[in-house]
């Protein structure tokens, strides 16, 4: 795990992660993931921005690491992913992704968790392949993604694992916009985040809440119930 935290003068909390790799989670790379966020609500940060390294957004989870959890560990992974990932999608404070290469799986449920997506230009691949790998997907990760992809789209992400380059999630309206390099992305992320904490936090925070608040607790009574 390799996270930095910087807050802007503007307030703008930027978490960025980069492995080196894939950048992979775990238990701890979300409980870590929380900590930072609890960090940002404790300097009062006004938006939240997420990225990661050159070419990799992230692979989500770490599959070498998932078949040595036992039972108890297993539990406490599923727990820890969905109530981090929940959290990102109702967080009060309005939250952008700056997607600097592939999202896959876990990584594509980050941003779609976010408020704004922006992408990185390139030959990068957009998938939920839970499904093309024996895995039936989650209802809180279907709530999230069908929260940012429109249908059809939606259908052909979550129930045939179709990955979608940059341009094609852009053109089904499941991200803002695809910037040619990574200087120009992470500069209309910035921009964002601070334009969208412009709008009132109170009128924000209770919007949200309305939009969201039912579906995250009906995904949260379903965890342990799938």
């Not at 802007?8 to 790379?29: L, P, Q, R, Y």
């Not at 969905?82 to 109702?90: E, P, Q």
């Not at 990185?120 to 809180?140: F, H, S």
Request: negative net charge; glycine residues 10%.
């Amino acid at each position: 795990m390799s996270f930095t935290f910087e807050l802007s003068g503007a307030k703008v909390a930027e978490i960025a992660f980069d492995d080196g790799k894939a950048n992979v989670m775990s238990t701890a790379w979300f409980q870590e993931l929380n900590g930072l966020l609890d960090r940002a609500e404790k300097d009062a940060a006004v938006a939240v921005l997420f990225r990661g390294r050159s070419g990799m957004f992230s692979g989500g989870l770490d599959m070498k690491w998932l078949p040595t959890l036992s039972p108890d560990e297993g539990r406490e992974l599923i727990d820890t992913f969905s109530s981090t990932m929940l959290r990102v999608f109702g967080l009060p404070i309005p939250t952008v992704a700056a997607v600097t290469g592939h999202a896959v799986a876990g990584g594509c449920v980050l941003s779609s968790a976010c408020d704004q997506r922006f992408c990185l230009e390139g030959p990068y691949r957009i998938q939920m392949n839970e499904v093309l790998v024996g895995m039936a997907m989650p209802t809180w990760a279907a709530v999230i993604c069908q929260g940012a992809w429109p249908t059809p789209a939606a259908n052909d992400l979550l129930l045939l694992g179709r990955a979608f380059s940059p341009a094609e999630a852009v053109a089904c309206g499941a991200f803002h916009a695809a910037e040619p390099n990574e200087e120009a992305l992470l500069a209309r992320a910035r921009a964002t985040a601070q334009a969208m904490a412009m709008i009132g936090s109170g009128p924000y925070r209770a919007t949200k809440a309305r939009l969201r608040g039912p579906e995250i607790e009906r995904a949260r009574a379903l965890v342990f119930g799938e």
